[in-house]
């Protein structure tokens, strides 16, 4: 059941992906570019995304728990580090580069362009070497 | 040149925000593309395989049933510098797991939930974005 609901889920994101134009490295590419062909509509995006977020996550974080699931897992709040700096600018670099951020790789899947289907797999290794990564330093924090 | 579409990149916004407003409401899950993606690889620490496994697969599946509802194409331009596109994609995924989050977690999730941790991070990787197009497409000239 879970399947099916995230299935479909997960087609309701990619369908906003596309008719958004995020699915588009060419448009991404557009935004990012201020002093060139700059496009604005991926802030529309960001901001129709972030304002139907803002008000639905407050009905449903008023349930007691969600429907399929015992409780809301909710990212801890800790502190701002070196990791989510340095992170997240590896990524804006990536992203600056290729045009693709994660959710527009997965639905370049079946449209058939050399380019996604070289990212796609260097994409997963590098999550994995970051998983790698996150643990080894955790161990040795933990130690 | 790309066109500039605010009715419907406004449009596209609000699907994905209900999307991520309805995994909160059906798994108790933050809608995390990096996320999702990432843990579909070992190690698995939770029985959400299946969860994760059928988001992605409608991600895959979505341009082919928009195709099929609009009869309509979906286009992309996508660079075809292969091992440019290579180093892009291990930054994106390195990147976006190390910093615990990409555009739909920290950018849309986190944002809504009104996160400083999450506003730092999108304020990092836009700025590093802004700034690679414009070193790769001003300065380099590419």
Redesign the interface.
């Known amino acids: 059941m879970s399947f099916v609901v995230n299935l479909a889920l997960g087609l309701l994101f990619g369908i906003g992906l596309v008719i958004s134009g995020m699915s588009d490295p060419a448009k991404v590419l557009n935004f990012l570019d201020l002093f060139g062909t700059w496009d604005p509509s991926l802030a529309f995006v960001m901001g129709g995304a972030v304002i139907t977020a803002f008000f639905g996550y407050r009905l449903v974080l008023r349930q007691p728990k969600p429907v399929a699931g015992t409780s809301f897992h909710l990212p801890a709040s800790t502190p701002i580090d070196r990791r989510i700096l340095l992170g997240s600018a590896i990524f804006g670099i990536g992203w600056g580069v290729g045009g693709f951020c994660p959710g527009p790789a997965l639905t370049a899947v079946t449209l058939g362009s050399s380019g996604a289907y070289v990212f796609l797999p260097m994409m997963f290794l590098g999550m994995w070497l970051a998983r790698l990564a996150v643990a080894s330093r955790t161990a040795i924090t933990a130690a | 040149?790309?066109?500039?579409?605010?009715i419907?990149?406004?449009?596209?916004?609000?699907?994905?925000?209900?999307?991520?407003?309805?995994?909160?409401?059906?798994?108790?899950?933050?809608?995390g593309?990096?996320g999702i993606?990432?843990r579909l690889?070992p190690p698995y620490l939770d029985g959400?395989f299946?969860?994760?496994?059928?988001?992605?697969?409608?991600?895959?599946?979505?341009?082919?049933?928009?195709s099929v509802a609009t009869g309509q194409a979906?286009?992309?331009?996508?660079?075809?510098?292969?091992p440019?596109?290579?180093?892009?994609?291990?930054?994106?995924?390195?990147?976006?797991?190390?910093?615990?989050?990409?555009?739909?977690g920290?950018?849309?999730?986190?944002?809504?939930?009104l996160?400083?941790?999450s506003l730092?991070?999108?304020l990092?990787?836009?700025?590093?974005?802004?700034?690679?197009?414009?070193v790769?497409?001003?300065v380099a000239g590419a």
Not at chain 2, 19 to 24: E, F, P, R, T
């Open positions: 040149m790309t066109d500039f579409t605010p419907a990149s406004t449009l596209g916004g609000i699907l994905i925000g209900i999307s991520a407003v309805l995994l909160m409401a059906w798994e108790g899950r933050i809608a593309i990096s993606a990432s690889l959400a299946l969860s994760r496994i059928g988001f992605v697969l409608g991600l895959v599946a979505a341009p082919v049933a928009y979906v286009l992309q331009s996508v660079s075809s510098n292969l440019q596109m290579a180093v892009a994609g291990l930054l994106v995924g390195f990147g976006s797991v190390y910093g615990n989050g990409c555009t739909s920290h950018g849309v999730c986190g944002l809504s939930r996160s400083v941790r730092v991070a999108t990092t990787f836009m700025a590093a974005a802004f700034a690679t197009v414009f790769i497409r001003h």
